[in-house]
Protein backbone atom coordinates (compact mmCIF):
# COMPACT_ATOMS: atom_id res chain seq x y z
CA UNK A 1 0.00 0.00 0.00
CA UNK A 2 1.24 3.81 -0.94
CA UNK A 3 2.17 5.31 2.38
CA UNK A 4 1.49 9.34 2.08
CA UNK A 5 2.16 12.06 4.71
CA UNK A 6 1.33 15.64 4.56
CA UNK A 7 3.87 18.23 5.54
CA UNK A 8 2.77 21.13 7.48
CA UNK A 9 4.96 23.50 5.17
CA UNK A 10 6.15 27.11 6.69
CA UNK A 11 8.59 27.71 4.87
CA UNK A 12 11.06 27.82 7.55
CA UNK A 13 14.24 25.66 8.43
CA UNK A 14 12.90 23.14 10.41
CA UNK A 15 9.40 22.34 8.36
CA UNK A 16 11.64 22.74 4.77
CA UNK A 17 13.71 19.39 6.80
CA UNK A 18 11.06 17.82 7.55
CA UNK A 19 9.48 18.06 4.37
CA UNK A 20 12.55 16.14 2.79
CA UNK A 21 12.08 13.93 5.18
CA UNK A 22 9.10 13.20 4.76
CA UNK A 23 10.30 12.74 0.99
CA UNK A 24 12.85 10.06 2.09
CA UNK A 25 10.31 7.60 4.20
CA UNK A 26 7.55 8.43 2.45
CA UNK A 27 5.70 6.94 -1.54
CA UNK A 28 3.55 10.17 -1.79
CA UNK A 29 4.32 13.33 0.36
CA UNK A 30 1.58 16.67 0.07
CA UNK A 31 2.19 20.01 1.71
CA UNK A 32 0.11 22.82 3.54
CA UNK A 33 0.93 26.01 4.18
CA UNK A 34 -1.11 29.01 6.49
CA UNK A 35 -1.06 32.64 5.16
CA UNK A 36 -2.21 34.07 8.84
CA UNK A 37 -1.19 37.59 8.05
CA UNK A 38 2.12 36.82 9.61
CA UNK A 39 5.24 39.49 9.78
CA UNK A 40 7.03 37.52 7.93
CA UNK A 41 4.64 36.48 5.14
CA UNK A 42 8.05 36.20 2.72
CA UNK A 43 7.66 32.64 4.33
CA UNK A 44 4.86 31.88 2.33
CA UNK A 45 6.80 32.41 -1.07
CA UNK A 46 9.93 30.74 0.46
CA UNK A 47 7.67 27.21 1.20
CA UNK A 48 6.40 27.83 -2.67
CA UNK A 49 9.89 27.65 -3.63
CA UNK A 50 10.67 24.24 -1.61
CA UNK A 51 7.76 22.60 -2.36
CA UNK A 52 8.46 23.40 -5.87
CA UNK A 53 12.26 21.92 -5.18
CA UNK A 54 10.70 18.66 -3.66
CA UNK A 55 8.86 17.89 -6.36
CA UNK A 56 5.75 17.74 -3.47
CA UNK A 57 2.45 15.43 -5.06
CA UNK A 58 0.54 19.23 -3.76
CA UNK A 59 0.89 22.10 -1.95
CA UNK A 60 -1.80 24.40 -0.54
CA UNK A 61 -1.92 27.23 0.53
CA UNK A 62 -4.84 28.16 3.12
CA UNK A 63 -5.42 31.57 4.06
CA UNK A 64 -6.79 32.27 7.68
CA UNK A 65 -6.46 36.01 8.43
CA UNK A 66 -7.41 37.87 11.28
CA UNK A 67 -7.97 34.92 13.44
CA UNK A 68 -4.81 34.61 15.45
CA UNK A 69 -4.80 37.61 17.72
CA UNK A 70 -1.83 38.05 20.31
CA UNK A 71 0.72 40.61 21.74
CA UNK A 72 3.43 38.40 19.67
CA UNK A 73 4.97 40.35 17.14
CA UNK A 74 4.46 38.11 14.48
CA UNK A 75 1.14 39.30 14.54
CA UNK A 76 1.00 42.13 15.87
CA UNK A 77 3.20 45.94 15.76
CA UNK A 78 5.30 44.78 18.33
CA UNK A 79 9.31 45.11 18.37
CA UNK A 80 10.96 41.70 17.89
CA UNK A 81 13.99 41.27 20.44
CA UNK A 82 17.57 41.83 19.64
CA UNK A 83 19.90 39.70 21.13
CA UNK A 84 23.74 40.00 21.02
CA UNK A 85 24.69 36.94 20.68
CA UNK A 86 23.30 33.05 21.69
CA UNK A 87 24.30 32.80 24.86
CA UNK A 88 23.08 36.47 25.86
CA UNK A 89 19.41 35.20 24.05
CA UNK A 90 19.39 32.09 26.06
CA UNK A 91 20.28 33.91 29.73
CA UNK A 92 17.15 36.30 28.98
CA UNK A 93 14.51 34.20 27.89
CA UNK A 94 15.28 31.32 30.58
CA UNK A 95 12.22 29.30 31.31
CA UNK A 96 9.66 31.83 30.06
CA UNK A 97 7.91 31.89 26.66
CA UNK A 98 8.98 33.13 23.95
CA UNK A 99 7.73 36.55 22.93
CA UNK A 100 7.14 35.65 19.38
CA UNK A 101 4.84 32.72 20.35
CA UNK A 102 0.94 33.03 19.00
CA UNK A 103 -1.62 31.22 21.50
CA UNK A 104 -3.11 28.62 19.59
CA UNK A 105 -1.45 28.82 16.23
CA UNK A 106 -0.68 25.15 15.77
CA UNK A 107 -3.89 23.80 17.40
CA UNK A 108 -5.65 25.65 14.48
CA UNK A 109 -2.95 24.44 11.60
CA UNK A 110 -3.09 20.32 12.68
CA UNK A 111 -6.65 20.79 13.00
CA UNK A 112 -7.50 21.91 9.67
CA UNK A 113 -4.20 19.56 8.42
CA UNK A 114 -6.21 16.54 9.35
CA UNK A 115 -9.20 17.58 7.47
CA UNK A 116 -7.07 17.99 4.38
CA UNK A 117 -5.15 14.49 5.77
CA UNK A 118 -8.16 12.56 5.75
CA UNK A 119 -9.06 14.30 1.91
CA UNK A 120 -6.19 13.61 0.77
CA UNK A 121 -5.48 10.04 2.37
CA UNK A 122 -2.55 10.96 3.99
CA UNK A 123 -1.85 8.64 7.04
CA UNK A 124 0.41 11.14 8.92
CA UNK A 125 0.70 14.99 9.02
CA UNK A 126 4.70 15.80 9.81
CA UNK A 127 4.89 18.60 11.79
CA UNK A 128 8.47 20.79 12.85
CA UNK A 129 7.89 21.06 16.23
CA UNK A 130 10.61 20.83 18.22
CA UNK A 131 11.16 20.74 22.05
CA UNK A 132 14.68 21.37 22.47
CA UNK A 133 14.54 24.96 20.63
CA UNK A 134 14.62 27.79 23.65
CA UNK A 135 11.96 29.69 22.79
CA UNK A 136 9.68 27.17 25.81
CA UNK A 137 6.63 27.36 23.15
CA UNK A 138 3.96 25.26 24.70
CA UNK A 139 2.54 23.82 21.70
CA UNK A 140 6.05 22.42 20.34
CA UNK A 141 6.30 19.69 22.63
CA UNK A 142 6.01 15.91 23.01
CA UNK A 143 3.20 16.05 24.99
CA UNK A 144 1.92 18.71 22.77
CA UNK A 145 1.86 16.59 19.72
CA UNK A 146 0.98 13.05 21.63
CA UNK A 147 -2.11 15.04 23.29
CA UNK A 148 -3.51 16.12 20.11
CA UNK A 149 -2.81 13.05 17.93
CA UNK A 150 -4.98 11.80 20.27
CA UNK A 151 -7.37 14.47 20.38
CA UNK A 152 -7.68 14.05 16.63
CA UNK A 153 -8.16 10.78 16.42
CA UNK A 154 -11.02 10.41 19.06
CA UNK A 155 -12.55 13.37 17.15
CA UNK A 156 -12.76 11.03 14.28
CA UNK A 157 -13.99 8.20 15.86
CA UNK A 158 -10.53 6.05 15.59
CA UNK A 159 -8.61 3.91 17.46
CA UNK A 160 -4.81 2.87 17.92
CA UNK A 161 -5.40 -0.37 16.65
CA UNK A 162 -6.95 0.53 13.29
CA UNK A 163 -5.25 1.46 10.23
CA UNK A 164 -6.67 4.25 9.75
CA UNK A 165 -5.78 5.61 13.04
CA UNK A 166 -3.46 8.77 12.16
CA UNK A 167 -0.51 9.88 13.37
CA UNK A 168 1.43 13.21 13.87
CA UNK A 169 5.39 12.88 13.16
CA UNK A 170 7.57 15.42 14.77
CA UNK A 171 11.14 13.99 13.20
CA UNK A 172 12.96 16.76 14.85
CA UNK A 173 11.18 16.81 18.48
CA UNK A 174 14.23 16.34 20.79
CA UNK A 175 16.88 17.59 17.87
CA UNK A 176 18.81 20.97 19.16
CA UNK A 177 19.54 23.05 15.64
CA UNK A 178 23.49 21.42 14.98
CA UNK A 179 21.36 17.58 14.73
CA UNK A 180 18.91 19.08 12.65
CA UNK A 181 21.34 20.19 10.20
CA UNK A 182 23.19 17.23 10.43
CA UNK A 183 20.27 15.57 9.33
CA UNK A 184 19.37 17.74 6.54
CA UNK A 185 22.89 17.08 5.29
CA UNK A 186 21.83 13.15 4.93
CA UNK A 187 18.39 14.11 2.29
CA UNK A 188 19.03 14.57 -0.97
CA UNK A 189 17.80 18.05 -1.84
CA UNK A 190 17.33 19.56 1.58
CA UNK A 191 20.51 21.70 1.94
CA UNK A 192 20.17 22.82 -1.84
CA UNK A 193 16.24 24.05 -0.47
CA UNK A 194 17.67 25.59 2.70
CA UNK A 195 18.86 28.29 0.29
CA UNK A 196 15.31 29.04 -0.63
CA UNK A 197 14.07 28.80 3.15
CA UNK A 198 12.98 31.68 5.11
CA UNK A 199 14.00 31.78 9.04
CA UNK A 200 13.76 35.35 10.41
CA UNK A 201 10.78 37.34 11.67
CA UNK A 202 11.31 40.64 10.50
CA UNK A 203 10.31 39.10 7.26
CA UNK A 204 13.75 40.48 5.61
CA UNK A 205 16.32 38.87 3.51
CA UNK A 206 19.04 38.84 4.28
CA UNK A 207 19.02 37.48 7.55
CA UNK A 208 21.08 40.34 9.23
CA UNK A 209 18.81 40.65 12.16
CA UNK A 210 19.72 39.49 15.42
CA UNK A 211 16.20 38.66 16.79
CA UNK A 212 15.52 34.78 17.95
CA UNK A 213 15.08 32.91 14.83
CA UNK A 214 18.13 34.37 13.39
CA UNK A 215 20.52 33.78 16.35
CA UNK A 216 19.21 29.77 16.79
CA UNK A 217 19.33 28.87 13.34
CA UNK A 218 23.17 30.96 13.01
CA UNK A 219 24.29 28.79 15.78
CA UNK A 220 22.97 25.34 14.55
CA UNK A 221 24.68 25.96 11.27
CA UNK A 222 28.16 26.90 13.46
CA UNK A 223 27.69 23.81 15.74
CA UNK A 224 27.40 21.71 13.00
CA UNK A 225 30.35 23.31 11.15
CA UNK A 226 28.93 23.94 7.96
CA UNK A 227 27.66 26.68 6.06
CA UNK A 228 24.14 28.03 5.95
CA UNK A 229 23.27 27.79 2.31
CA UNK A 230 20.80 30.79 2.70
CA UNK A 231 23.52 32.85 4.05
CA UNK A 232 26.16 31.59 1.31
CA UNK A 233 23.43 32.69 -0.99
CA UNK A 234 22.94 35.96 -0.07
CA UNK A 235 26.98 36.34 0.00
CA UNK A 236 26.96 35.45 -3.85
CA UNK A 237 24.09 37.74 -4.53
CA UNK A 238 26.76 40.76 -2.72
CA UNK A 239 23.53 40.84 -0.36
CA UNK A 240 25.46 40.40 2.97
CA UNK A 241 29.39 39.64 4.38
CA UNK A 242 29.90 35.74 5.69
CA UNK A 243 29.76 35.60 9.18
CA UNK A 244 33.26 35.85 11.14
CA UNK A 245 32.20 32.54 12.79
CA UNK A 246 34.12 28.90 11.94
CA UNK A 247 32.13 27.79 9.46
CA UNK A 248 32.59 30.33 6.81
CA UNK A 249 36.42 29.99 7.22
CA UNK A 250 37.10 27.36 4.04
CA UNK A 251 34.89 30.15 2.27
CA UNK A 252 36.68 33.12 3.28
CA UNK A 253 39.66 31.49 2.46
CA UNK A 254 38.98 30.52 -0.80
CA UNK A 255 37.94 33.80 -1.95
CA UNK A 256 40.44 35.64 -4.08
CA UNK A 257 42.79 38.33 -1.82
CA UNK A 258 41.61 41.27 -3.92
CA UNK A 259 38.10 40.68 -2.41
Known amino acids: MKTKALVVLSGGQDSTTCLFWAKKYFDEVHAITFDYGQRHAIEIEAA ?29 GAELEQYENHDQMEAVIGDRVEKTFVPMRNTLFLTIAMNRAVDLGCSTIVTGICQADNANYPDCTDEFRRQFQN ?60 NHA ?20 AWKENLMNLPDTRNYLMLVADMPEDE
Not at 166 to 180: R, T, V, W, Y
Not at 214 to 233: H, Q, T, W
Open 214 to 233: NVLRAKGFEDAGVPDPLVVR
Open 48 to 76: KEVALMASTASHEIVLVPDILRSTSPLTS
Open 151 to 210: MANESLGLREHESQYFKIGAPLMNMSKAESVALAMTLPGCMEALAYSHTSYDGKYPPTDM
